[in-house]
Nanobody, 123 residues
Framework: QLQASGGGLVQTGGSLRLSCVGS????????MGWFRQAPGKEREFVAG????????SYRDSVRGRFTISRDNAKNTVYLQMNSLKPEDTAVYYC??????????????????WGQGTQVTVSS
């Protein structure tokens, strides 16, 4: 089970930190990802981190503004979001991928999903 938190309402240029805690799974054996879905749009990959935390991947539109990290001792993955823009407004989901060797950008590779947390960036 994954539990995401940390969303909220923020002005353009502001920051938020999302957290996702895993329970009932061997957290360190999973690549972790953050996805988002805006109203009327498909869910899209935002960022991912490999099991050890040594490798990360980002979609182009967030690279340099968002940072994904993980603490396997706390079964937690984070998404630090800085310089937020209105187009970042979406429901953000964390997800866990047991099988992939590298970070997958495809949502169907992820076995477990959190419930989502709303991020709203006002202009």
């Amino acid at each position: 089970q994954l539990q995401a938190s940390g969303g909220g309402l923020v002005q353009t240029g502001g920051s938020l930190r999302l957290s996702c805690v895993g329970s009932g799974l061997s957290f360190g054996k999973y690549n972790m990802g953050w996805f988002r879905q805006a109203p009327g749009k498909e869910r899209e990959f935002v960022a991912g981190v490999r099991r050890s935390g040594a490798n990360t991947s980002y979609r182009d539109s967030v690279r340099g503004r968002f940072t994904i990290s993980r603490d396997n001792a706390k079964n937690t993955v984070y998404l630090q979001m800085n310089s937020l823009k209105p187009e970042d407004t979406a429901v953000y989901y964390c997800a866990a991928d047991r099988r992939s060797v590298s970070i997958s950008l495809r949502e169907y590779d992820y076995n477990y999903w959190g419930q989502g947390t709303q991020v709203t960036v006002s202009s």
